[in-house]
């Protein structure tokens, strides 16, 4: 693999699972000095010691980012690190799938303040940390439901398209400072985190309907988001990169 982050510092929430594990060995790989979080010890651990096991350069941040205190610690502690701060990659989610009549508001105010809050409070740091000369690059995970939206997913569907809102905004205020601000949209992907709201018949469907005739994988997310991280995407931002195999624009 090419060392195209070589001596960058990344930040990649909820990295102790799924997309967020597997970006977090990509970018390690690309040469990037990665700073793993999630909210508990025996998550991050296992992944730190695969980057430092192949060589690679981690660190372990323990915290809870749906406060913003929580992700201000977070930066701070890897721009602590690194001395320099780099590549954000806000992953985090807590997700709950809800009829309409069923939506409580607990549900609601947890899944705002991992996917949603902390995405804003995060951009507040990042462009405190980031140097305005060498500026940086922000990824945001959204979802294919920011596109095209199913039963049931009223709060999931609102955060998401509400990603979308807060990249483009942020990226045209934070252009100026040389920091890039893009999201990615993943379609369904197995992971431990979506097993839940998943069956053989629901991936057989959604399979038949896709171009590309397979479900994604975390590697194909994480490959996405290191392209956006990259410096191979320069002068790419404010956009929603769709990682779906054609799904979302190919089936009405």
């Known amino acids: 693999m090419n060392q195209d982050l070589l001596g960058r510092v990344a930040l990649i929430t909820g990295a102790g699972a799924g ?9 390690a790989a690309r040469g990037a000095i990665v700073c793993v979080n999630d909210l508990k010890e025996e998550l991050v651990a296992p992944v730190v010691d695969e980057i430092r096991s192949g060589g690679g350069q981690a660190l372990a941040v323990v915290q809870n980012i749906a406060t913003r205190e929580g992700i201000r610690d977070a930066i701070q502690r890897s721009f602590a690190h690194g001395k320099r701060f780099d590549i954000l990659v806000n992953n985090a989610a807590w997700v709950r799938y ?14 705002l303040d991992v996917g949603f809050k902390s995405v804003i409070w995060s ?17 945001n995970v959204a979802s ?5 939206s199913a039963a049931n997913s009223v709060v ?12 483009r905004a942020a990226a045209a205020e934070l252009g100026a400072r040389n920091i890039r601000v893009n999201a990615i949209c993943p379609s369904a992907v197995p992971t431990e ?9 629901r991936d057989a469907n959604r399979i038949a309907r ?4 397979r479900l994604g994988t975390v590697e194909d997310i994480a490959r996405g988001i290191c392209f956006l991280a990259s410096d191979d995407a320069g002068f790419i931002t404010a956009q929603a990169l769709a990682v779906d195999g054609g799904i979302t624009l190919t089936n009405i």
């Open 19 to 27: 997309i967020g594990r597997e970006t977090a060995l990509q970018m």
């Open 98 to 111: 809800q009829a309409i009549p069923d939506i409580m508001s607990e549900t609601v105010e947890r899944m």
């Open 123 to 139: 951009l507040q740091e990042a462009v405190a940390v980031m140097d305005p000369e060498r500026g940086g690059a922000i990824v």
């Open 144 to 148: 294919v439901a920011a596109l095209r």
């Open 156 to 167: 999931y569907s609102g955060i998401k398209s509400g990603i979308l809102g807060i990249t």
């Open 193 to 201: 985190g979506t097993q839940r709201n998943r069956d053989a018949g």
């Open 210 to 213: 896709t171009p590309l005739g």
